[in-house]
């Protein structure tokens, strides 16, 4: 009781004046970027937005709480590595060597000390380090690069990164069979080599790619009029917000799930896997044409009386590539051939939203690379 306490007043010191009200926000806070971290976007949004209603100034707050608890990491990984020098002959010789240069007059630098023990490793066996977390996802990348200025170098500065994740990530891509054939086309490096050749870094910035560790998902509002009561006298008719949900999520073998429903993502996400009985989930197949920058989507499906065709182009959004897929169209063949159109006047685009607990995804041999 006596550590949460400590913790509590520390915080509340961290914050200033705003005492319980802007510690209740802060934690608010903390919750909906854990939210947002399991891709429970609509769930997130609520905190932030209950936390900024409290304090408008509390990711400022969080901010620099977080800068805090950091700092206290570091000093607490220093005294542990303090802790861990040997007490032999040679431990104690090292100390009154270190004695000895403070007392000629030397500064000892604290930035000239390694910030961790990866830093002590030479580029060679870090760069190893680097391809393996490559692989595992974008995102863990990313990270990896904002941990300190060497790593950084090693994750951007250098091309064999971009080739390891642009080799990983193309080879779960599927395409179009029947217009690879048609066009004499037995693998997509062809293409790959034409447009691109070995500029990897060019090629993820312009080449699309479907995404595996998380949901596309797209939230659509529209207005409905309702009818009044019967025997009202009323000259108003109500209006309904009808909002409902639409869910794509990929796999690497070409089929994909898709679900359309008025259920949020926080209740959808996490059990969102084809392995389940999921109730109006359908089990389709993808792939990507090879016209154009192989940018169109297509996701079929099919039941007993028509074949179902769902066109989607992949976008990015802001500074995320590859982020969103708009609609291009959709319809239905039926027995005869004739196609039907479906109308595309309420629906929305689909934004991409990372999961944490879908594991990274492998390459498959079997694609059409």
Known sequence: MTGIHHDTHHESHLLGDSGNVGLEAVNLWKRGVLKEKDGLMMDAIGCYRRALKMDGEVEKQYRKLVHQETQ????????????????TQEGKEAE???????????????????????????DDILKKIVLETVLISGESWLNLSLTCRRFHRLCFREPEPYRTFAQHIY????YDKAAMALNGLSSIKTLEEAFWGVDYRRMLEERAY???QGCYISVVNYLRQGASAEGSSSWINPVHMITYYRYFRFYPDGSCLR???????????????????IKNA????????????LSLLTITRRNDKYSFEEKLR??????????????????????????????????KPFSFSRVTSYKPVKEDHGGNR
């Open 72 to 87: 206290t990491m570091r000093e607490m990984e220093k005294l542990s590595l303090q802790s861990r020098l040997p007490s």
């Open 96 to 122: 009154k060597a270190g004695d000895l240069v403070k007392e000629s007059g030397e500064q000892v630098e604290q930035n000239d000390l390694p910030c961790w023990i990866l830093e002590m490793l030479p």
């Open 171 to 174: 080879s779960l891509q599927h």
């Open 210 to 212: 479907v995404k595996f």
């Open 259 to 277: 679900l359309v429903t008025t259920d949020e993502p926080s209740n959808v996400v996490r059990g969102y896997d084809r392995d389940k009985d």
């Open 282 to 293: 359908d089990l389709c197949h993808w792939s990507l044409s090879i016209d154009d920058d």
């Open 314 to 347: 992949i976008h990015k959004h802001a500074h995320k590539t590859h982020q969103r897929l708009k609609w291009v169209s959709s319809g239905a063949f039926d027995n005869r051939g004739e196609r039907i159109d479906f109308s595309m006047r309420n629906e």
